[in-house]
């Protein structure tokens, strides 16, 4: 796929414009993690052109994240223009008018998805960007106000003959705002259409390989855009690459994985906007990592209040520790082992059966015997347990003949499992406390 002269590759992967979301620091992470091609929030062009800082700042891009587009929206044509030039001199790969917003505020007074209500004005809008600027111009729009007026085909021709150079289409109305499936079917409509020319991107409710590989392979579209799938998800770029590749998902990061990315994003956040606003315009992406987690209100408060990195990033340290694996020592005799880490997913060391998250339910996949007394290491399984995983979602364990249910959460959803299973030595390190809640775990004695 190519973007005039940028080129992004087969099945292209763009990081959506999303505003409060897009900032400069998720850029960086979603582009570590694979994004072909990233986009700012959206800027109001009156802002622009009145200077306002908030706008202004929002025309700050690296050269890590390229190719980088910024995105515009307004209702009038000679205030986007000016906005238009202005984003140019910041240097982005391309420039992108938004004619898909659907909040009220903007789609109301004509910007975003209001223009779909006045098709000769966002054409002659159009027009004159791209006449203005030198620039490639792109639009990211919808399939039409509502389900009376779907106009997008038309639409996708007319923004072609005034010039664009890619054009990105959510699978909604204006009226539906995110609410419904995306319907994809007029993406692929337009994509198929023998006279469109230009590179067409769908965008709407890809949050896997597998839905990703669908819409590329049903709908022919040249690149997908992801959005809201990628709150606290950066690394889903990753995952939808390695499916694309290999038709294999990769496993959901462990809490401690995440809690090192966090650290991260919150790094490069203080380092392009300071410690005071780096750490605020943190606080909607903290919480999005650990969403899920059992009994975290507490921890969650904390992300979101604290105006001090070091408290900031020893709260992290605590859900990491949190989510360590245990090392367990066991005798011979009848016991089995099996094990994983304590954590979201469900994560959690068993004595007895290895066990492992399958959709949205627990299976057995193997067990091993003990041969002899001597030490796991959960997190790694042993050669003789046939599968493809390397660490277990394990959902119980037992001490002392007595059974301790655990609830845990496995992708995404809660799971209850218990069983009375013969024990050798079982031993955590550290040494094990009184039945507690903590993250991804709760306990309670049986």
Not at 8 to 14: F, N, Q
Not at 82 to 96: F, H, Q, S, T
Not at 105 to 112: E, F, L, P, V
Not at 418 to 445: I, S, T
Request: aromatic share 6%; charged share 30%.
């Amino acid at each position: 796929m190519k973007i005039a002269n940028i080129e992004l590759g087969e099945r292209a992967l763009l990081l959506a414009p999303m505003e409060d979301v897009t900032d400069p620091s998720f850029r960086y992470m979603c582009k570590r993690f694979g994004a072909d091609m990233v986009y700012t929030e959206f800027i109001s062009s009156d802002g622009l052109i009145r200077d306002a800082a908030k706008s202004l700042k929002k025309l700050e891009i690296d050269d890590t994240e390229r190719p980088v587009g910024i995105q515009i929206y307004g209702h009038l044509i000679d205030p986007m223009v000016e906005a238009a030039r202005m984003a140019e001199a910041a240097g982005p790969d391309v420039i992108d008018i938004n004619f898909g917003c659907p909040v009220k505020k903007i789609a109301g007074r004509g910007a975003g998805s209001g223009m779909m209500r006045d098709v000769p004005l966002m054409v002659e809008m159009t027009r004159r960007i791209v006449a203005a600027v030198k620039k490639p111009v792109t639009v990211k729009t919808r399939l039409g106000w509502d389900e009376e007026s779907k106009n997008i085909e038309e639409i996708a021709l007319r923004l072609q003959d005034v010039g664009i150079a890619a054009l990105t289409i959510h699978g909604r109305t204006r009226a539906q705002m995110y609410r419904g499936e995306a319907d994809w079917t007029l993406i692929g409509k337009v994509k198929n259409n023998p006279q469109i020319r230009i590179p067409i991107i769908g965008n709407g409710d890809v949050d896997s390989g597998p839905k990703a590989r669908e819409m590329f392979d049903r709908y022919g579209v040249d690149g997908v855009m992801i959005g809201r799938a990628t709150y606290g998800r950066p690394w889903i770029f990753r995952e939808v690459k390695h499916y694309l590749s290999t038709g294999e998902a990769l496993p959901q990061p462990s809490v401690a994985e995440r809690v090192a990315i966090a650290k991260e994003h919150l790094q490069k956040s203080l380092e392009i906007k300071g410690d005071h606003v780096g750490i605020l315009e943190m606080r909607r992406h903290m919480t999005n990592y650990f969403k899920g987690l059992p009994d975290f209100k507490s921890t969650r408060l904390k992300l979101v209040t604290s105006l001090d990195t070091a408290e900031l990033f020893a709260t992290l340290d605590e859900i990491g520790d949190a989510a360590v694996p245990f090392i367990f020592q066991h005798s011979c005799g009848e016991t089995k082992v099996a094990g994983g880490e304590l954590g979201e997913g469900g994560v959690q060391n068993t004595v007895g059966h290895f066990l492992l998250c399958d959709g949205d339910t627990a299976r057995e996949v193997g067990r091993i015997e003990c041969a002899s007394p001597g030490i796991f290491v959960p997190g790694v399984v042993p050669d003789k347990l046939e599968h493809e995983r390397k660490a277990a979602d394990g959902l119980r364990r037992c001490s002392q003949r007595r059974c301790v249910n655990v609830a845990v959460a496995c992708l995404g959803r809660a799971h209850e499992r218990c069983g009375n299973l013969a024990v050798g030595n079982a031993v955590k390190r550290p040494a094990v406390r009184a039945p507690e809640k903590r993250h991804g775990l709760v306990v309670e004695q049986r």
